[in-house]
């Protein structure tokens, strides 16, 4: 249950002026867990309940035969364990264009710009890759979610069933 070192995603560089995007593999499942268990506002807000004990698990094994994802823990350049999570979709739903599964830090570390500045360096990147648009999902439960991605631009372009708001960010300055 781990990607191979050179495994999919070290081509994408994320890397943030705070933060580093290492792709994530088994290694990391434990700190991601913790991620999940030092957010349990957004798991009780969107699912109903905490993470299961398993949750990091489960999503690095989904992630790990999907060729089209990209999972990263997001670590502190100065030090310490991860603070959060990105999952990411390349070329989906369609080629050209990226999805955000999941943006995720731990309640003590929200609000610190960090939202922010992974977002930006994956819209960089993704840009330079040739990609026009990012999106992402948001569940109508998840309100302070949907004032953060308005606050960087994306918009809402699309509801589907169950409450949930689709909301996208052209990306300019590609290759
Ligand atoms: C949503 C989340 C990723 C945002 O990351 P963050 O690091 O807390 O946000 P930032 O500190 O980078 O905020 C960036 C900007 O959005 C604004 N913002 C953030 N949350 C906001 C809210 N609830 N309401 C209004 N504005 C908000 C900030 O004020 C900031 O504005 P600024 O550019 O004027 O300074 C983070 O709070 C989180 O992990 N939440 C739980 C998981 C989740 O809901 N993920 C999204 C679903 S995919």
Same mark, same amino acid.
């Given at each position: 249950?781990?990607?191979?070192? *050179?495994?999919?995603?070290?081509?994408?560089? #994320?890397?943030?002026?705070?933060?580093?995007? +290492?792709? =994530?593999?088994?290694?990391?499942?434990?700190?991601?867990?913790? @991620?999940?268990?030092?957010?349990?506002?957004?798991?009780?807000?969107?699912?109903?309940? /905490?993470?299961?004990?398993?949750?990091?698990?489960?999503?690095?094994? *989904?992630?790990?035969?999907? =060729?089209?994802?990209?999972? &990263?823990?997001?670590?502190?350049?100065?030090?310490?364990?991860?603070?959060? +999570? #990105? *999952?990411?979709? /390349? *070329? &989906?739903?369609?080629?050209?264009?990226?999805?955000?599964?999941? #943006? #995720?830090?731990?309640?003590? @570390?929200?609000?610190?710009?960090?939202?922010?500045?992974?977002?930006?360096?994956?819209?960089?990147?993704?840009?330079?890759?040739?990609?026009?648009? /990012?999106?992402?999902?948001?569940?109508?439960?998840?309100?302070?979610?949907?004032?953060?991605?308005?606050?960087?631009?994306?918009?809402?372009?699309?509801?589907?069933?169950?409450?949930?708001?689709? &909301?996208?960010? =052209?990306?300019?300055?590609? =290759?």
């Amino acid at each position: 249950m781990s990607l191979p070192p *050179d495994g999919p995603g070290d081509d994408l560089p #994320l890397d943030g002026p705070r933060l580093r995007a +290492v792709p =994530a593999t088994g290694h990391h499942a434990a700190a991601i867990q913790s @991620c999940f268990e030092g957010a349990p506002d957004y798991f009780v807000r969107t699912e109903g309940s /905490l993470p299961g004990p398993d949750a990091a698990i489960q999503l690095l094994a *989904d992630a790990e035969v999907d =060729a089209q994802r990209r999972v &990263y823990a997001l670590i502190p350049r100065a030090g310490g364990p991860p603070v959060g +999570v #990105l *999952d990411l979709m /390349l *070329d &989906y739903p369609e080629p050209g264009v990226a999805q955000i599964v999941l #943006l #995720l830090f731990r309640e003590s @570390c929200q609000g610190l710009g960090y939202g922010k500045e992974t977002t930006s360096a994956v819209e960089v990147a993704l840009a330079a890759r040739g990609f026009g648009a /990012l999106r992402l999902s948001v569940v109508d439960e998840n309100v302070e979610a949907r004032a953060f991605w308005e606050r960087l631009g994306f918009a809402a372009v699309g509801r589907l069933d169950r409450g949930v708001t689709v &909301y996208e960010k =052209a990306l300019r300055g590609g =290759a």
